[in-house]
């Protein structure tokens, strides 16, 4: 039976598990321009073995959480992976609700509905397993949302809903990557209520014969929220060396390679980042001397901003006459902390003119700009 109706609302918070949490810190507050509005109390610290720190921006939470004692979920989850996304938090109507439905189609809850009073409001959240490796998903119902705290925090700065030098709209999509595919279609078709959106397969063995790699991709959205998972798996030929396989390698498993972050100015988020001293990867001099011609045969035209803004700042553009999207993707984390184990996961950010999809251009753009720089 497929689940039609979860209540979801929107991406509330991105739990990242981290080893050394002040390099991360200073990314995304000083990057990103998220506040650090609170930190775990000393009683959380000693029930859940684990120190928790919440950023937040506009609506989105980035918890950042590192390990006191070995027998924690964020000391589980480091174990066997590097640093990296371990949950999503959604936000739902009714926890209660979320969870009789989610039951009915054979989810794995991870515990019991946990109730708490915070602040003004109240906060029910149940979690579940899914085929994302050890990625969990928990449902949150928050009477305050606005107030935006979590259980267990101690607020140590007041948050400005104003302060947002990125322009940001929100997630934009989830990218998870997987050895195989269909487990995980299956997942959020019959358990989360998802519905197909898009999809694409291609190989760069086609412009780089012998060495390129492939992938095929199917994104699953949840119509009422919005919300945008892709996912990915690898193609013959060179399946284990693709892209997609490497990256699972890097990550110890299945797991979420990307998260895109919508912005309103995707050439001021660049400069602010860029100012922050956050890098993107490197694009190939190639993509931009070819880009006029590109957006001629495309439909898209001339360009707001110009091809040299684009090249300066290093964004990437696709799309077709009827809209298209800018886009840009942060070196991974591994290389912007430059150890192995702050992980594979980066950010990207996008911005939607008029453009719905994810073009297979963007994709190849990418796969070629991620082999000149992030493996
Ligand atoms: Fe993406």
């Known amino acids: 039976m497929a689940n039609s109706n979860l209540g979801i609302r929107r991406i509330h918070s991105i739990e990242i598990s981290v080893f050394d949490v002040e390099p991360w810190l200073s990314y995304w507050t000083r990057g990103f321009g998220f506040q650090h509005i609170a930190t775990s109390s000393g009683d959380a610290i000693e029930t859940s073995g684990s120190r928790r720190h919440l950023l937040r921006c506009r609506d989105l939470g980035i918890v950042l959480q590192e390990k006191i004692h070995g027998g924690s979920p964020v000391a589980r989850f480091l174990a066997k992976h590097p640093e990296g996304i371990s949950r999503v938090n959604f936000l739902v109507s009714d926890a209660a609700e979320a969870e009789e439905r989610l039951l009915e189609c054979h989810a794995t809850p991870t515990d019991f509905v946990t109730s708490n009073t915070i602040a003004r409001g109240q ?48 997630i934009d999509h989830l ?103 956050i890098e993107f990867l490197p694009t190939p001099k190639a993509y931009y001397e070819s880009l006029p011609n590109r957006l001629q045969a495309s439909g898209i035209g001339d360009l707001e901003p110009p091809v040299s803004d684009l090249q300066r700042l290093g964004l990437l553009v696709d799309g077709n006459k009827d809209g298209h999207v800018l886009q840009a993707f942060c070196k991974d984390q591994s290389k ?40």
């Open 123 to 170: 906060w029910r959240q149940v979690g579940i397993a899914t085929p994302l490796g050890d990625v969990e998903f928990c449902f949150v119902e928050h009477t305050d949302e606005a107030d935006g705290l979590m259980p267990g925090m101690e607020q140590t700065a007041a948050f400005d809903p104003d302060r947002d030098p990125i322009g940001l709209k929100g």
């Open 175 to 277: 990218t998870a990557n997987m050895r195989t595919l269909m487990p995980v279609i299956a997942f959020f078709e019959h358990v989360m209520g998802f519905k197909r959106y898009w999809d694409v397969q291609f190989h760069t063995n086609d412009i780089r014969p012998g060495i390129g790699s492939g992938l095929k991709s199917i994104v699953m959205w949840d119509e009422e929220s919005g919300i945008k998972m892709a996912n990915n798996e690898p193609l013959r030929p060179r399946f284990n060396e693709s892209q997609v396989q490497v990256n699972v390698d890097d990550n110890g498993g299945p797991g979420i390679q990307h998260m895109s972050l919508e912005v309103v100015d995707i050439a001021k988020a660049a400069e602010h980042l860029a100012g922050s001293g």
């Open 336 to 375: 912007t902390f430059g150890r192995r184990n702050a992980g594979p996961l980066y950010i990207e950010l996008i911005q939607r003119c008029g453009g719905r999809g994810f073009g297979e251009g963007n994709f190849r753009a990418l796969f070629e700009a991620a082999e000149s720089g992030n493996r």
